[in-house]
């Protein structure tokens, strides 16, 4: 994770230690939730991401689930392949507004459309998968690797033979 990232991170975990919960829950899943159990069970079997692994099976049950329905370069079907799952944030395990954490889940062979947003943002890899920024090459971080967003920068992600798992934070 690049060192932008660890710090955004970092901010997002201190504003975090002041609990905030607006009581808002969501309760839809939808069909790409349901390769997480396996995928964080392969995320378990890392010794380093064991307890991630257990932290996430545990929250899992009470995420807010969210789809991306629009934006250029997604693949085809790319919504119904892809899901994200919101921990901290409207609506999530613990509903607020100040800071979003949570994980997008993609089936395999699965594009993300391009996005961007005004807040800077980290993403942890907790699977094999690629990330782009703007109209660079895709890059392959690996495990514990990832990405970090400048405001307004456009970015994706996309899997490749296996399920792609990504955590992601921001200050709102
Ligand atoms: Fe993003």
Redesign the pocket.
Known sequence: MPLEGRELAEKVFVRLDTPSDDGQRAGTRYPACESLEATISALAKEPQFRDIAAALKAVEPMLRWRRRKSGPNGSPGYVEQHANGIICGPGGAESRSDVQLGLTIMLPQTRYPD???LPE?A?PLLSPGEFRQGDGEWVAPGLGGGIF?TPNVM?AMRSGASPFLAL?C?LV
């Open positions: 996005h961007s947003h943002e993403y967003n970015h992601w921001l």
